[in-house]
């Protein structure tokens, strides 16, 4: 009863203080504070990215930068936090929507662009921690080595396989420097038998969003 005394009882929205109470609760006081002072970058709404951003707005982040061009396609909604009647608005419109339903006071920053060499520094000035979440390999490799080269200070975590219908257990997060993560299988590609699977899709995204919990907590892999 102490904390329904503190919902907003006219749309049943839990109120701030009732929020923090409940996340404090369930992570304890010292830990979330370090959720809710983070900021963390989001670099492709995706699969990958739709799905991190979500598991880190339900765990009290207190910022995320989200960054995408693209629009919501039918093709998205089999692995995607998107809903069939968001087709055609773009991502970043249509998740920041979707994550203020299920976590009310995140704080979100959005940039409809394609990140380049040439934007990405001040993209994410402010990210404590940058999460890698594209499709294309490309786009991989150029995040991956610009953070690494420029912003040697600032966290990674990025991804590499997560295709078909391979076992679950081998999803897997790596430390590769104190402070890059790489999360996937490593293994296989999109251009292999049938491609994304939501499943295991979402498997490699709860990784990501997982270490960059942990990172928070200061509990490092080896």
Not at 54 to 64: N, T
């Given at each position: 009863m102490r904390s329904l005394a503190l919902w907003e009882v006219v749309n049943l929205i839990p109120t701030k203080?009732?929020?923090?109470?409940?996340?404090?609760?369930?992570?304890g006081e010292e830990l979330q504070e370090k959720f809710s002072a983070a900021t963390v970058a989001i670099c492709g709404l995706g699969g990958l990215g739709s799905n991190i951003a979500?598991?880190?707005?339900?765990?009290?982040?207190?910022?995320?930068?989200?960054?995408?061009?693209?629009?919501?396609?039918?093709?998205?909604?089999?692995?995607?936090?998107y809903k069939a009647d968001q087709i055609g608005i773009y991502k970043t419109e249509a998740l920041c929507e979707n994550l203020k339903e299920v976590a009310p006071y995140v704080v979100i920053e959005t940039h409809t662009v394609r990140i380049t060499e040439d934007s990405a520094v001040e993209l994410l000035k402010d990210a404590d921690i940058i999460c890698e979440a594209f499709d294309g390999a490309?786009?991989?490799?150029?995040?991956?080595?610009?953070?690494?080269?420029?912003?040697?200070?600032?966290?990674?975590?990025?991804?590499?396989?997560?295709?078909?219908?391979?076992?679950?257990?081998t999803i897997k997060t790596r430390k590769v420097t104190n402070k890059f993560y790489l999360c996937g299988d490593e293994v296989s590609d999109v251009k292999d038998g049938i491609g994304l699977v939501s499943s295991r899709v979402m498997l490699c995204a709860a990784h990501q969003a997982h270490i960059v919990l942990r990172i928070l907590a200061e509990e490092y892999e080896v």
């Open positions: 203080e009732a929020w923090d109470v409940a996340l404090k609760e369930r992570h979500v598991s880190l707005a339900r765990a009290g982040i207190g910022k995320l930068i989200l960054i995408d061009f693209d629009h919501v396609d039918i093709s998205n909604l089999h692995r995607q936090q490309e786009a991989k490799a150029m995040l991956t080595n610009l953070v690494l080269e420029v912003m040697p200070k600032k966290y990674l975590v990025a991804a590499s396989g997560m295709a078909g219908l391979g076992s679950a257990n």
